[in-house]
């Protein structure tokens, strides 16, 4: 086997590459443009590698537009190293810069000039809806510049057929992610996680001295920072620009802080979006807002505006795989164009590559903004999308203040319980539950230490405020088990005779599925079990079946990354040197598949791709042939339960031995380290938004039941609630059976193994990719959704 031939996958096969995606003979230029953001560089890495893999040349054009009017050495061919090691990387290498020039007509004569004598006649744009937008004019006027450059003796007639007509594709970077049409854009997910992280430091200094915080964070125009920042810590207001808090909302705003402090709350979050305004469009700043609390209420508050460290530092997992995905879809949306197509913005929709018009959605991200100029909030909110109103809905739910009384009692009693090994982000749901159900009237009791606990009566009621703080918890506080309910079933059922709980919800991993399969299947013998039952899936092994996503899954993938980039770090200072890494993941190779494409790896080993000592040799020769360039390290990940004989001892003996003399071999099990930290911006929000979803699901039935004196015995009442593309969907357990592989512990059929070709081809690989799926341009109809993401 050739050492950049890539082995057979008799479990996921992949259509070959069809002939008219060939990029022979075109140039395409990559530019970033505006404001920076993280994981602009993961993209135009993606854009390169897939651009000569699919046999066009690639150019940088550094400065943005501006470059693009300079050109000279602002125009440079890239190859495949160039774009090395810059996978982790903040802002981007090739340089952003406003230009006033390409405004012009005459700016746009000289760039045009630019890229025709080089060729290219392909622009891959990466950068917000200016930028996008600007690039849409030039490809209109194109063939009128041509003809003006002709004119004027600039180029030969010859050259203005040749290259007659530009494609443009976009890609939005931009950390508010306020751009219509798009999941979410480049530079979202990590700007959270540094906001995430000085909220988590802020916390622990304000709970010592009893103190306020007003944070400040970016969004001029759009409060989606703001309000997932908000969401993700609990925090005790927001001020967004698309949501003006109501006339006398300062009344409003310090009762609530002085009733968090009478309830020993030691600490008090206030997130303002810079751009947040009141009714009458007036800005309120975090200065007025520091005044209003120093003056009505006394107490002891500081101001801390984030500013440009949004922007910085490495970008997420998350970012790095949108960026990457995105970045290869743009190019094969350019060698798929024709003269008629139109310049489209390349998205993500749940977990589908898709292309949109690009002036639909800059149309409808101007209407957002018209809304607010105008007042018509109602609407803003609506148009930024469902997710957007969600997100809303569900913090304005969790963060209401409701004395005892003000609260209509249900008569209803649901546990929530927590299963299966721990997962960062149980808490947040934890909290969510307890929140939501309270505000439903419903009694909610928290089970500790799993069915074994249940079994054994330690059950206690829990209130709002018990669960205070939770969500930037790691870990487990009502503790997990592994435990399945089958042996206890009699116990069980006597607590819940006890307790007279009405619902459960279980929030856990593969054991808490088989564990409601057990329950299910004893409804028959136990008439305490015919009650509404739904589970949340929290694992970071993401091998929930029913579920693309579940909670703890990108936490960890942030601490593999991570370590990666240290591992990296350290191999550059040390010439020649290959990681064996070993992640967790029991026979679901998610993790190390995504962390690999995350962390740019050239293999990752899983066991649903089936692989054999040729295979390994292949590799260990890819590896050796990578060495003899600039880039002389080398990162393979190994999903712990991938081969029974093929271990990471195996693995890597066999890679020291067959690279003695080119490179030296390093391993390293990564463990339960997988498990722990804090929870990631994501699995906080997803925890958050997913728990209550769950609890709405439960009062509904409860609900439609109350009076009948009916049993909950049909299969609609106990069920997985996962994300499946961009929905939240209720299956009922029984069903998911049939999906099921048990004997590994995974569902049959995993989305994420068609990114399998992605990782090889970014790490010059001969792959087939599937594109299939690509090619259709979709129109659009609302406001950006969250997908898979956040």
Same mark, same amino acid.
């Given at each position: 086997?050739?050492?950049?031939?890539?082995?057979?996958?008799?479990?996921?096969?992949?259509?070959?590459?069809?002939?008219?995606?060939?990029?022979?003979?075109?140039?395409?230029?990559?530019?970033?443009?505006?404001?920076?953001?993280?994981?602009?560089?993961?993209?135009?890495?993606?854009?390169?590698?897939?651009?000569?893999?699919?046999?066009?040349?690639?150019?940088?054009?550094?400065?943005?537009?501006?470059?693009?009017?300079?050109?000279?050495?602002?125009?440079?061919?890239?190859?495949?190293?160039?774009?090395?090691?810059?996978?982790?990387?903040?802002?981007?290498?090739?340089?952003?810069?406003?230009?006033?020039?390409?405004?012009?007509?005459?700016?746009?004569?000289?760039?045009?000039?630019?890229?025709?004598? $080089?060729?290219?006649?392909?622009?891959?744009?990466?950068?917000?809806?200016?930028?996008?937008?600007?690039?849409?004019?030039? #490809?209109?006027?194109?063939?009128?510049?041509?003809?003006?450059?002709?004119?004027?003796?600039?180029?030969?007639?010859?050259?203005?057929?040749?290259?007659?007509?530009?494609?443009?594709?976009?890609?939005?970077?931009?950390?508010?992610?306020?751009?219509?049409?798009?999941?979410?854009?480049?530079?979202?997910?990590?700007?959270?996680?540094?906001i995430i992280e000085v909220v988590d430091a802020i916390m622990t200094t304000a709970q010592s001295h009893q103190r306020t915080f007003v944070l400040?964070?970016?969004?001029?125009?759009?409060?989606?920072?703001?309000?997932?920042?908000?969401?993700?810590?609990?925090?005790?207001?927001?001020?967004?620009?698309?949501?003006?808090?109501?006339?006398?909302?300062?009344?409003?705003?310090?009762?609530?802080?002085?009733?968090?402090?009478?309830?020993?709350?030691?600490?008090?979050?206030?997130?303002?979006?810079?751009?947040?305004?009141?009714?009458?469009?007036?800005?309120?700043?975090?200065?007025?807002?520091?005044?209003?609390?120093?003056?009505?209420?006394?107490?002891?508050?500081?101001?801390?505006?984030?500013?440009?460290?949004?922007?910085?530092?490495?970008?997420?997992?998350?970012?790095?795989?949108?960026?990457?995905?995105?970045?290869?879809?743009?190019?094969?949306?350019?060698?798929?164009?024709?003269?008629?197509?139109?310049?489209?913005?390349?998205?993500?929709?749940?977990?589908?590559?898709?292309?949109?018009?690009?002036?639909?959605?800059?149309?409808?991200?101007?209407?957002?903004?018209?809304?607010?100029?105008?007042?018509?909030?109602?609407?803003?909110?609506?148009?930024?999308?469902?997710?957007?109103?969600?997100?809303?809905?569900?913090?304005?739910?969790?963060?209401?203040?409701?004395?005892?009384?003000?609260?209509?009692?249900?008569?209803?009693?649901?546990?929530?319980?927590?299963?299966?090994?721990?997962?960062?982000?149980?808490?947040?749901?934890?909290?969510?539950?307890?929140?939501?159900?309270?505000?439903?009237?419903?009694?909610?009791?928290?089970?500790?230490?799993?069915?074994?606990?249940?079994?054994?009566?330690?059950?206690?009621?829990?209130?709002?405020?018990?669960?205070?703080?939770?969500?930037?918890?790691?870990?487990?506080?009502?503790?997990?088990?592994?435990?399945?309910?089958?042996?206890?079933?009699?116990?069980?059922?006597?607590?819940?005779?006890?307790?007279?709980?009405?619902?459960?919800?279980?929030?856990?991993?593969?054991?808490?599925?088989?564990?409601?399969?057990?329950?299910?299947?004893?409804?028959?013998?136990?008439?305490?079990?015919?009650?509404?039952?739904?589970?949340?899936?929290?694992?970071?092994?993401?091998?929930?079946?029913?579920?693309?996503?579940?909670?703890?899954?990108?936490?960890?993938?942030?601490?593999?990354?991570?370590?990666?980039?240290?591992?990296?770090?350290?191999?550059?200072?040390?010439?020649?040197?290959?990681?064996?890494?070993?992640?967790?993941?029991?026979?679901?190779?998610?993790?190390?598949?995504?962390?690999?494409?995350?962390?740019?790896?050239?293999?990752?080993?899983?066991?649903?791709?089936?692989?054999?000592?040729?295979?390994?040799?292949?590799?260990?020769?890819?590896?050796?042939?990578?060495?003899?360039?600039?880039?002389?390290?080398?990162?393979?990940? $190994?999903?712990?339960?991938?081969?029974?004989?093929?271990?990471?001892?195996?693995?890597?003996?066999?890679?020291?031995?067959?690279?003695?003399?080119?490179?030296?071999?390093?391993?390293?099990?990564?463990?339960?380290?997988?498990?722990?930290?804090?929870?990631?911006?994501?699995?906080?929000?997803?925890?958050?938004?997913?728990?209550? #979803?769950?609890?709405?699901?439960?009062?509904?039935?409860?609900?439609?039941?109350?009076?009948?004196?009916?049993?909950?015995?049909?299969?609609?009442?106990?069920?997985?609630?996962?994300?499946?593309? $961009?929905?939240?969907?209720?299956?009922?357990?029984?069903?998911?059976?049939?999906?099921?592989?048990?004997?590994?512990?995974?569902?049959?059929?995993?989305?994420?193994?068609?990114?399998?070709?992605?990782?090889?081809?970014?790490?010059?690989?001969?792959?087939?990719?599937?594109?299939?799926?690509?090619?259709?341009?979709?129109?659009?109809?609302?406001?950006?959704?969250?997908?898979?993401?956040?």
């Amino acid at each position: 086997m050739d050492h950049d031939e890539v082995p057979s996958t008799p479990r996921a096969s992949f259509r070959k590459f069809p002939g008219q995606l060939s990029g022979v003979g075109k140039a395409i230029g990559v530019l970033t443009s505006g404001g920076d953001a993280q994981g602009m560089n993961a993209a135009v890495r993606a854009v390169v590698r897939m651009g000569i893999y699919a046999g066009a040349k690639v150019y940088f054009i550094y400065e943005g537009y501006q470059g693009m009017v300079d050109g000279g050495s602002n125009i440079v061919e890239a190859d495949w190293e160039s774009v090395s090691s810059i996978l982790q990387v903040g802002g981007t290498i090739i340089g952003s810069a406003r230009c006033t020039a390409f405004r012009s007509r005459e700016g746009r004569l000289k760039a045009a000039h630019n890229l025709v004598q $080089r060729g290219i006649t392909n622009l891959c744009v990466i950068g917000g809806d200016g930028s996008l937008t600007g690039a849409n004019i030039f #490809r209109e006027e194109w063939s009128g510049l041509l003809e003006e450059l002709a004119q004027n003796g600039k180029i030969n007639k010859e050259e203005v057929k040749k290259h007659g007509y530009l494609n443009v594709v976009g890609m939005v970077g931009s950390i508010d992610n306020d751009f219509c049409g798009t999941d979410m854009t480049i530079g979202t997910d990590s700007a959270l996680h540094r906001i995430i992280e000085v909220v988590d430091a802020i916390m622990t200094t304000a709970q010592s001295h009893q103190r306020t915080f007003v944070l400040e964070v970016m969004g001029r125009h759009c409060g989606y920072l703001a309000l997932v920042s908000a969401l993700a810590c609990g925090a005790d207001w927001v001020f967004l620009p698309e949501s003006p808090p109501e006339d006398g909302w300062q009344e409003t705003m310090c009762t609530k802080l002085s009733e968090n402090r009478a309830r020993k709350k030691r600490l008090n979050i206030i997130i303002v979006a810079e751009g947040a305004i009141d009714t009458q469009n007036k800005p309120i700043t975090s200065e007025q807002i520091k005044d209003l609390v120093v003056t009505r209420l006394g107490y002891d508050t500081r101001v801390t505006i984030l500013g440009h460290v949004q922007r910085g530092g490495t970008p997420s997992a998350f970012d790095r795989i949108l960026a990457s995905r995105m970045g290869v879809e743009a190019v094969v949306a350019l060698l798929q164009a024709t003269p008629e197509t139109p310049a489209c913005v390349v998205s993500l929709s749940g977990n589908q590559a898709v292309r949109l018009p690009l002036m639909e959605c800059v149309q409808m991200t101007q209407d957002v903004q018209k809304a607010m100029d105008e007042r018509r909030f109602k609407d803003a909110v609506k148009l930024r999308g469902r997710s957007f109103e969600g997100n809303l809905n569900t913090y304005k739910r969790l963060s209401i203040t409701m004395s005892g009384s003000e609260i209509l009692k249900s008569g209803f009693n649901v546990a929530v319980i927590n299963v299966g090994a721990p997962a960062a982000g149980m808490n947040a749901a934890v909290r969510s539950a307890v929140r939501f159900g309270i505000s439903e009237g419903h009694k909610m009791y928290a089970v500790y230490d799993g069915f074994e606990g249940f079994a054994k009566g330690q059950i206690k009621e829990i209130g709002w405020s018990d669960v205070g703080g939770w969500t930037g918890q790691g870990g487990s506080i009502l503790g997990t088990k592994r435990t399945l309910p089958g042996k206890y079933l009699e116990e069980i059922a006597e607590q819940m005779r006890t307790h007279s709980i009405s619902a459960l919800l279980i929030i856990g991993g593969f054991e808490a599925y088989l564990g409601l399969l057990e329950l299910s299947a004893a409804r028959g013998k136990h008439e305490e079990l015919c009650v509404p039952m739904v589970m949340v899936p929290a694992t970071v092994s993401n091998n929930v079946p029913g579920s693309d996503f579940s909670i703890g899954a990108d936490t960890a993938l942030n601490t593999i990354t991570d370590t990666c980039d240290r591992i990296k770090q350290s191999a550059s200072g040390t010439k020649r040197r290959v990681f064996i890494i070993e992640t967790m993941g029991g026979y679901c190779g998610y993790l190390a598949n995504m962390g690999a494409l995350a962390a740019g790896a050239d293999a990752a080993y899983i066991f649903e791709e089936p692989f054999d000592i040729r295979d390994l040799q292949a590799n260990v020769e890819h590896l050796t042939e990578k060495m003899k360039t600039t880039i002389q390290r080398g990162l393979v990940l $190994r999903n712990e339960n991938c081969s029974e004989n093929y271990t990471t001892d195996f693995i890597y003996q066999l890679y020291s031995e067959e690279g003695k003399g080119v490179f030296d071999c390093r391993k390293n099990v990564l463990g339960h380290m997988q498990q722990g930290g804090a929870p990631s911006p994501f699995d906080r929000n997803f925890g958050t938004k997913i728990s209550a #979803r769950a609890m709405q699901w439960i009062t509904t039935k409860l609900r439609e039941a109350q009076g009948k004196g009916k049993r909950f015995i049909t299969d609609d009442s106990i069920c997985v609630l996962g994300i499946c593309k $961009r929905n939240l969907v209720f299956q009922p357990v029984a069903e998911l059976k049939k999906e099921t592989d048990f004997e590994h512990r995974i569902p049959k059929e995993q989305w994420w193994l068609k990114l399998r070709p992605l990782m090889k081809i970014l790490a010059k690989y001969k792959a087939s990719l599937d594109v299939s799926e690509s090619g259709q341009l979709e129109h659009v109809h609302c406001g950006h959704e969250e997908p898979a993401a956040i």
